[in-house]
Protein backbone atom coordinates (compact mmCIF):
# COMPACT_ATOMS: atom_id res chain seq x y z
CA UNK A 1 0.00 0.00 0.00
CA UNK A 2 1.85 2.95 -1.54
CA UNK A 3 1.54 6.31 -0.98
CA UNK A 4 0.46 8.48 -4.32
CA UNK A 5 -0.19 11.90 -6.05
CA UNK A 6 -2.43 11.97 -8.35
CA UNK A 7 -2.37 15.41 -10.79
CA UNK A 8 -2.81 17.45 -13.86
CA UNK A 9 -6.38 16.16 -14.51
CA UNK A 10 -10.05 17.54 -13.58
CA UNK A 11 -11.40 16.26 -10.35
CA UNK A 12 -14.55 15.20 -9.87
CA UNK A 13 -15.04 14.74 -5.69
CA UNK A 14 -18.91 14.94 -5.83
CA UNK A 15 -18.38 16.89 -3.06
CA UNK A 16 -18.60 19.68 -4.24
CA UNK A 17 -17.90 21.92 -7.51
CA UNK A 18 -14.65 19.96 -9.79
CA UNK A 19 -11.06 21.12 -9.57
CA UNK A 20 -9.35 21.75 -12.65
CA UNK A 21 -5.67 20.12 -13.03
CA UNK A 22 -6.04 19.28 -9.28
CA UNK A 23 -4.35 16.95 -6.72
CA UNK A 24 -5.48 13.95 -5.54
CA UNK A 25 -3.00 12.46 -2.37
CA UNK A 26 -3.35 8.99 -1.11
CA UNK A 27 -2.04 7.68 1.70
CA UNK A 28 -2.50 3.87 4.17
CA UNK A 29 -5.20 3.17 2.34
CA UNK A 30 -6.97 6.70 2.33
CA UNK A 31 -7.53 10.13 0.63
CA UNK A 32 -4.73 11.96 2.08
CA UNK A 33 -5.48 15.53 0.60
CA UNK A 34 -7.83 17.01 -2.19
CA UNK A 35 -6.99 20.35 -3.62
CA UNK A 36 -5.74 22.53 -6.68
CA UNK A 37 -2.77 22.79 -8.65
CA UNK A 38 -0.71 24.53 -5.72
CA UNK A 39 -1.83 21.54 -3.54
CA UNK A 40 1.82 20.29 -1.69
CA UNK A 41 2.79 16.98 -2.50
CA UNK A 42 4.90 15.65 0.36
CA UNK A 43 7.97 14.07 -0.12
CA UNK A 44 8.08 9.73 -0.85
CA UNK A 45 4.96 10.25 -2.91
CA UNK A 46 5.03 8.46 -6.41
CA UNK A 47 2.84 10.99 -8.70
CA UNK A 48 0.41 9.74 -11.39
CA UNK A 49 0.07 12.01 -14.07
CA UNK A 50 -3.89 12.39 -14.74
CA UNK A 51 -2.84 15.67 -17.09
CA UNK A 52 -6.02 15.78 -19.64
CA UNK A 53 -7.91 13.19 -17.76
CA UNK A 54 -10.92 12.77 -15.45
CA UNK A 55 -10.50 11.49 -11.82
CA UNK A 56 -13.29 10.50 -9.89
CA UNK A 57 -14.39 8.68 -6.89
CA UNK A 58 -14.46 4.80 -8.10
CA UNK A 59 -17.69 3.85 -9.62
CA UNK A 60 -20.14 1.96 -7.31
CA UNK A 61 -23.73 -0.19 -8.73
CA UNK A 62 -26.17 -0.22 -5.79
CA UNK A 63 -27.76 -3.27 -6.81
CA UNK A 64 -25.97 -6.05 -9.10
CA UNK A 65 -25.82 -10.15 -8.53
CA UNK A 66 -22.09 -9.94 -9.40
CA UNK A 67 -20.63 -13.29 -8.30
CA UNK A 68 -24.10 -14.63 -7.06
CA UNK A 69 -25.22 -15.08 -10.88
CA UNK A 70 -21.71 -15.76 -12.07
CA UNK A 71 -20.23 -15.86 -15.18
CA UNK A 72 -20.41 -17.48 -18.07
CA UNK A 73 -24.49 -17.34 -17.26
CA UNK A 74 -24.45 -21.57 -17.36
CA UNK A 75 -26.40 -23.56 -14.97
CA UNK A 76 -23.18 -24.24 -12.97
CA UNK A 77 -22.60 -20.66 -11.83
CA UNK A 78 -26.41 -19.69 -11.33
CA UNK A 79 -26.06 -19.21 -7.44
CA UNK A 80 -28.41 -16.35 -6.82
CA UNK A 81 -32.26 -18.16 -6.83
CA UNK A 82 -33.35 -20.65 -4.53
CA UNK A 83 -36.43 -21.53 -5.56
CA UNK A 84 -37.23 -24.26 -2.82
CA UNK A 85 -39.55 -21.78 -1.31
CA UNK A 86 -41.15 -18.07 -1.91
CA UNK A 87 -39.67 -17.43 1.93
CA UNK A 88 -36.14 -17.43 1.51
CA UNK A 89 -35.30 -15.02 4.58
CA UNK A 90 -32.39 -17.20 6.52
CA UNK A 91 -30.36 -17.24 3.09
CA UNK A 92 -26.90 -15.57 3.19
CA UNK A 93 -25.84 -14.23 -0.11
CA UNK A 94 -22.26 -13.87 1.21
CA UNK A 95 -22.60 -17.92 0.60
CA UNK A 96 -22.49 -18.27 -2.87
CA UNK A 97 -19.96 -15.49 -3.51
CA UNK A 98 -17.29 -16.73 -5.72
CA UNK A 99 -14.02 -14.25 -5.45
CA UNK A 100 -12.65 -16.01 -8.70
CA UNK A 101 -15.83 -14.91 -10.38
CA UNK A 102 -14.37 -13.69 -14.03
CA UNK A 103 -16.27 -10.89 -13.95
CA UNK A 104 -14.85 -8.80 -11.58
CA UNK A 105 -12.01 -8.24 -13.55
CA UNK A 106 -14.05 -7.18 -15.55
CA UNK A 107 -16.19 -4.70 -13.83
CA UNK A 108 -13.32 -3.30 -11.48
CA UNK A 109 -11.29 -3.01 -14.98
CA UNK A 110 -14.40 -0.23 -15.78
CA UNK A 111 -14.12 2.31 -13.22
CA UNK A 112 -16.04 0.12 -10.40
CA UNK A 113 -14.19 -0.39 -6.83
CA UNK A 114 -17.68 -1.82 -5.11
CA UNK A 115 -20.86 -3.02 -5.99
CA UNK A 116 -24.36 -4.08 -3.70
CA UNK A 117 -24.51 -7.85 -4.89
CA UNK A 118 -26.80 -10.37 -3.44
CA UNK A 119 -29.89 -13.13 -4.66
CA UNK A 120 -32.21 -12.30 -7.40
CA UNK A 121 -35.44 -11.90 -7.46
CA UNK A 122 -37.49 -15.28 -8.01
CA UNK A 123 -39.02 -15.10 -4.41
CA UNK A 124 -40.77 -12.96 -2.07
CA UNK A 125 -37.87 -12.52 0.00
CA UNK A 126 -34.66 -13.87 -1.45
CA UNK A 127 -31.90 -13.46 1.36
CA UNK A 128 -29.66 -11.25 2.51
CA UNK A 129 -27.37 -9.12 -0.10
CA UNK A 130 -24.13 -6.93 0.79
CA UNK A 131 -21.81 -4.21 -0.22
CA UNK A 132 -18.83 -5.75 -1.31
CA UNK A 133 -14.93 -4.17 -2.74
CA UNK A 134 -13.82 -5.84 -5.63
CA UNK A 135 -10.80 -6.99 -4.56
CA UNK A 136 -9.57 -10.11 -2.14
CA UNK A 137 -9.76 -13.63 -2.49
CA UNK A 138 -12.16 -14.78 -0.08
CA UNK A 139 -15.53 -13.41 0.87
CA UNK A 140 -14.58 -12.50 4.20
CA UNK A 141 -12.20 -9.95 2.43
CA UNK A 142 -14.40 -8.78 0.12
CA UNK A 143 -18.13 -8.23 1.93
CA UNK A 144 -18.37 -4.76 4.18
CA UNK A 145 -19.91 -6.00 7.25
CA UNK A 146 -23.18 -4.14 8.34
CA UNK A 147 -24.19 -3.55 4.92
CA UNK A 148 -26.42 -6.27 4.82
CA UNK A 149 -30.10 -5.64 3.07
CA UNK A 150 -33.13 -8.50 2.71
CA UNK A 151 -34.15 -9.08 -0.83
CA UNK A 152 -37.73 -9.02 -1.63
CA UNK A 153 -39.45 -9.02 -4.54
CA UNK A 154 -43.16 -8.69 -6.53
CA UNK A 155 -44.71 -9.07 -9.30
CA UNK A 156 -44.49 -11.35 -12.27
CA UNK A 157 -40.80 -12.98 -11.17
CA UNK A 158 -42.09 -14.58 -7.38
CA UNK A 159 -46.05 -14.86 -9.38
CA UNK A 160 -44.81 -17.30 -11.88
CA UNK A 161 -42.13 -19.44 -9.83
CA UNK A 162 -44.84 -20.07 -7.54
CA UNK A 163 -48.11 -20.16 -9.27
CA UNK A 164 -50.18 -23.41 -7.92
CA UNK A 165 -47.99 -23.87 -5.09
CA UNK A 166 -47.56 -20.62 -2.40
CA UNK A 167 -48.84 -17.54 -4.54
CA UNK A 168 -49.99 -17.25 -8.06
CA UNK A 169 -51.43 -13.64 -8.34
CA UNK A 170 -50.38 -10.50 -7.15
CA UNK A 171 -52.66 -10.19 -4.23
CA UNK A 172 -51.41 -13.77 -2.88
CA UNK A 173 -47.57 -12.12 -3.33
CA UNK A 174 -48.49 -9.62 -0.77
CA UNK A 175 -50.56 -11.79 1.15
CA UNK A 176 -47.92 -14.28 1.81
CA UNK A 177 -45.20 -11.83 2.60
CA UNK A 178 -47.78 -9.98 5.11
CA UNK A 179 -47.61 -13.36 6.76
CA UNK A 180 -43.93 -13.63 6.81
CA UNK A 181 -43.26 -10.52 7.91
CA UNK A 182 -46.10 -11.06 10.33
CA UNK A 183 -44.68 -14.47 11.85
CA UNK A 184 -41.82 -12.49 12.41
CA UNK A 185 -42.77 -10.07 14.80
CA UNK A 186 -44.53 -12.94 16.56
CA UNK A 187 -41.24 -14.63 16.79
CA UNK A 188 -39.39 -11.32 17.67
CA UNK A 189 -42.12 -10.51 20.34
CA UNK A 190 -41.12 -14.22 21.87
CA UNK A 191 -37.81 -14.14 21.87
CA UNK A 192 -38.11 -10.81 23.67
CA UNK A 193 -40.46 -11.79 26.42
CA UNK A 194 -38.28 -15.31 26.63
CA UNK A 195 -35.28 -13.38 27.07
CA UNK A 196 -36.67 -10.99 29.65
CA UNK A 197 -37.61 -14.30 31.52
CA UNK A 198 -34.06 -15.43 30.85
CA UNK A 199 -35.76 -19.05 28.91
CA UNK A 200 -34.45 -20.39 25.93
CA UNK A 201 -37.24 -20.12 22.42
CA UNK A 202 -37.97 -23.49 22.51
CA UNK A 203 -37.53 -23.50 18.42
CA UNK A 204 -35.56 -21.31 16.27
CA UNK A 205 -36.90 -20.00 13.37
CA UNK A 206 -34.02 -19.41 10.84
CA UNK A 207 -36.59 -17.11 8.91
CA UNK A 208 -38.37 -15.22 11.05
CA UNK A 209 -34.82 -14.36 13.10
CA UNK A 210 -33.12 -13.39 10.10
CA UNK A 211 -36.32 -10.93 9.64
CA UNK A 212 -35.87 -9.44 13.10
CA UNK A 213 -33.16 -6.29 12.36
CA UNK A 214 -35.35 -5.67 9.17
CA UNK A 215 -39.08 -5.28 11.64
CA UNK A 216 -36.64 -3.47 13.37
CA UNK A 217 -35.23 -1.01 10.82
CA UNK A 218 -31.77 -2.01 11.40
CA UNK A 219 -31.36 -3.81 7.91
CA UNK A 220 -32.95 -2.11 4.72
CA UNK A 221 -35.86 -3.97 2.96
CA UNK A 222 -34.21 -4.23 -0.56
CA UNK A 223 -37.79 -4.34 -2.74
CA UNK A 224 -37.79 -5.29 -6.25
CA UNK A 225 -41.19 -3.98 -8.47
CA UNK A 226 -41.30 -2.55 -11.66
CA UNK A 227 -44.81 -1.74 -12.16
CA UNK A 228 -46.44 0.96 -10.57
CA UNK A 229 -48.95 -0.82 -8.76
CA UNK A 230 -45.97 -3.30 -7.90
CA UNK A 231 -44.48 -0.06 -6.36
CA UNK A 232 -47.51 0.86 -4.11
CA UNK A 233 -48.10 -2.45 -2.75
CA UNK A 234 -44.44 -2.28 -1.80
CA UNK A 235 -44.56 1.24 -0.13
CA UNK A 236 -47.88 0.11 1.96
CA UNK A 237 -46.48 -2.89 3.27
CA UNK A 238 -43.02 -1.35 4.10
CA UNK A 239 -45.49 1.08 6.13
CA UNK A 240 -47.73 -1.26 7.51
CA UNK A 241 -44.19 -3.00 8.98
CA UNK A 242 -42.49 0.21 9.67
CA UNK A 243 -39.43 -0.96 7.20
CA UNK A 244 -36.58 0.37 5.99
CA UNK A 245 -37.16 0.28 2.31
CA UNK A 246 -35.43 0.58 -1.18
CA UNK A 247 -37.41 0.33 -4.52
CA UNK A 248 -35.58 -1.91 -6.67
CA UNK A 249 -35.79 -0.62 -10.31
CA UNK A 250 -38.76 1.09 -10.16
CA UNK A 251 -39.96 0.82 -13.71
CA UNK A 252 -42.78 2.38 -13.98
CA UNK A 253 -42.17 5.14 -11.20
CA UNK A 254 -42.26 7.87 -13.60
CA UNK A 255 -46.03 7.41 -13.41
CA UNK A 256 -46.13 8.42 -9.66
CA UNK A 257 -43.29 10.62 -9.28
CA UNK A 258 -45.36 12.74 -6.96
CA UNK A 259 -46.36 9.88 -4.39
CA UNK A 260 -42.57 8.49 -3.89
CA UNK A 261 -41.37 11.98 -3.61
CA UNK A 262 -44.19 12.97 -1.03
CA UNK A 263 -43.47 9.78 1.12
CA UNK A 264 -39.59 10.06 0.53
CA UNK A 265 -39.01 6.98 -1.60
CA UNK A 266 -35.10 5.73 -2.56
CA UNK A 267 -35.05 4.16 -5.68
CA UNK A 268 -32.01 2.25 -7.48
CA UNK A 269 -33.21 2.64 -11.38
CA UNK A 270 -32.43 0.65 -13.58
CA UNK A 271 -31.25 -1.14 -16.64
CA UNK A 272 -32.38 1.64 -18.97
CA UNK A 273 -32.02 -0.80 -21.66
CA UNK A 274 -34.15 -3.27 -20.27
CA UNK A 275 -36.44 -4.67 -23.39
CA UNK A 276 -39.98 -5.97 -23.39
CA UNK A 277 -39.31 -9.37 -22.28
CA UNK A 278 -42.13 -9.48 -19.27
CA UNK A 279 -45.39 -7.65 -19.63
CA UNK A 280 -44.39 -5.52 -16.38
CA UNK A 281 -41.86 -4.50 -18.60
CA UNK A 282 -43.77 -2.93 -21.77
CA UNK A 283 -43.94 0.60 -20.01
CA UNK A 284 -39.63 1.13 -19.28
CA UNK A 285 -38.85 4.23 -20.04
CA UNK A 286 -35.40 6.34 -20.35
CA UNK A 287 -36.86 9.28 -19.16
CA UNK A 288 -37.43 7.47 -15.50
CA UNK A 289 -34.63 8.77 -13.84
CA UNK A 290 -34.98 12.25 -14.83
CA UNK A 291 -38.72 12.65 -14.35
CA UNK A 292 -38.23 11.16 -10.43
CA UNK A 293 -34.95 13.04 -9.83
CA UNK A 294 -36.83 16.38 -10.56
CA UNK A 295 -39.94 15.23 -8.43
CA UNK A 296 -37.47 14.96 -5.89
CA UNK A 297 -36.95 10.76 -5.55
CA UNK A 298 -33.56 9.97 -4.39
CA UNK A 299 -32.27 8.06 -7.43
CA UNK A 300 -29.30 5.71 -7.81
CA UNK A 301 -28.67 4.04 -11.14
CA UNK A 302 -28.50 0.35 -11.28
CA UNK A 303 -27.32 -2.56 -13.95
CA UNK A 304 -28.67 -5.13 -12.58
CA UNK A 305 -26.14 -7.87 -13.56
CA UNK A 306 -22.94 -9.46 -13.53
CA UNK A 307 -20.61 -8.20 -16.10
CA UNK A 308 -23.29 -5.81 -17.74
CA UNK A 309 -22.42 -3.51 -14.60
CA UNK A 310 -19.58 -2.26 -16.99
CA UNK A 311 -21.70 -0.73 -18.96
CA UNK A 312 -23.47 1.61 -16.42
CA UNK A 313 -21.94 4.58 -17.05
CA UNK A 314 -22.94 4.40 -20.43
CA UNK A 315 -26.47 4.01 -19.09
CA UNK A 316 -26.27 6.87 -17.34
CA UNK A 317 -25.46 8.86 -20.25
CA UNK A 318 -28.19 7.72 -21.83
CA UNK A 319 -30.50 9.26 -18.68
CA UNK A 320 -28.35 12.46 -19.15
CA UNK A 321 -29.62 12.17 -22.94
CA UNK A 322 -33.50 11.65 -21.95
CA UNK A 323 -33.07 14.95 -19.64
CA UNK A 324 -31.67 13.87 -16.52
CA UNK A 325 -28.80 16.31 -15.16
CA UNK A 326 -25.36 15.41 -15.32
CA UNK A 327 -24.22 16.17 -11.91
CA UNK A 328 -27.27 14.06 -10.69
CA UNK A 329 -26.19 11.10 -13.10
CA UNK A 330 -22.95 11.26 -11.77
CA UNK A 331 -23.94 11.21 -7.78
CA UNK A 332 -26.85 8.26 -8.88
CA UNK A 333 -23.48 5.99 -9.40
CA UNK A 334 -21.17 7.48 -6.68
CA UNK A 335 -22.21 9.19 -3.52
CA UNK A 336 -25.66 8.72 -3.36
CA UNK A 337 -25.76 5.30 -4.49
CA UNK A 338 -23.05 5.08 -1.20
CA UNK A 339 -25.55 6.93 0.91
CA UNK A 340 -28.43 4.86 -0.15
CA UNK A 341 -26.31 1.65 1.07
CA UNK A 342 -25.16 2.95 4.37
CA UNK A 343 -21.13 3.48 2.99
CA UNK A 344 -21.40 7.42 2.23
CA UNK A 345 -19.25 7.38 5.01
CA UNK A 346 -16.10 5.50 3.56
CA UNK A 347 -16.72 5.75 -0.05
CA UNK A 348 -18.82 7.27 -3.46
CA UNK A 349 -16.62 10.93 -3.02
CA UNK A 350 -13.10 12.13 -3.11
CA UNK A 351 -12.52 13.33 -0.16
CA UNK A 352 -10.05 13.82 2.74
CA UNK A 353 -10.31 10.27 5.46
CA UNK A 354 -12.50 8.35 3.03
CA UNK A 355 -11.29 5.25 1.57
CA UNK A 356 -9.11 5.58 -1.72
CA UNK A 357 -11.46 3.98 -3.72
CA UNK A 358 -10.17 5.87 -7.27
CA UNK A 359 -11.14 5.66 -10.93
CA UNK A 360 -9.44 7.39 -13.96
CA UNK A 361 -11.48 8.24 -17.52
CA UNK A 362 -9.34 9.51 -21.02
CA UNK A 363 -13.22 11.44 -20.78
CA UNK A 364 -16.36 12.11 -19.18
CA UNK A 365 -17.10 9.08 -17.53
CA UNK A 366 -20.67 8.80 -19.01
CA UNK A 367 -19.47 9.30 -22.89
CA UNK A 368 -19.33 5.94 -24.21
CA UNK A 369 -15.94 7.77 -25.90
CA UNK A 370 -14.30 7.06 -22.66
CA UNK A 371 -12.42 4.24 -21.16
CA UNK A 372 -11.61 3.80 -17.79
CA UNK A 373 -7.69 3.87 -17.89
CA UNK A 374 -6.93 3.32 -13.68
CA UNK A 375 -8.53 1.58 -10.91
CA UNK A 376 -7.48 1.99 -7.46
CA UNK A 377 -9.07 0.29 -4.29
CA UNK A 378 -8.29 0.99 -0.82
CA UNK A 379 -5.49 2.48 -2.14
CA UNK A 380 -4.21 -0.44 -3.94
CA UNK A 381 -3.58 0.09 -7.86
CA UNK A 382 -5.45 -2.88 -9.62
CA UNK A 383 -5.53 -1.26 -12.80
CA UNK A 384 -3.62 0.96 -14.99
CA UNK A 385 -3.41 1.81 -18.52
CA UNK A 386 -2.29 5.97 -18.57
Known amino acids: MGKYAIKGGSVWTMAGDNINEGVVLVADGKIAGVGA ?9 EVIDATGKVVIPGLIDPHSHLSLFGDPSVWATSDGNEKSGAIQAKLRGMDSLNPQ ?23 L ?95 SA ?12 AIRISEEFGLDYIIEHCTEG ?13 ATVG ?21 LAEAGVQVSLQMDTSAHTIYLPIMA ?22 EMLGVGDRMGSLEVGKDADIAIFSGDPLSNFSKCQFTMIDGVVYFNKL
Do not use: C
Not at 175 to 186: M, N, T
Not at 317 to 338: C, L, P, Q, S, Y
Open 317 to 338: GIAVKEGMKHKDAMRGITIVAA
Open 101 to 123: DPAIKVVREGGFTAVYTGPGSSN
Open 125 to 219: IGGTGFVMKLRGSTAEEMVIPGTEGMKMALGENPKRNYEGKTNGTRMGNAAVLREALYKAQDYMNAKERAEAEGKPLPNKDLNSEALIPVLKGEM
Open 222 to 233: RIHAHRADDIMT
Open 254 to 266: YKIPEVLAAKKVR
Open 37 to 45: ADLAIPEGY
Open 271 to 291: PLNMGHSKQELWDVSWKNPAV
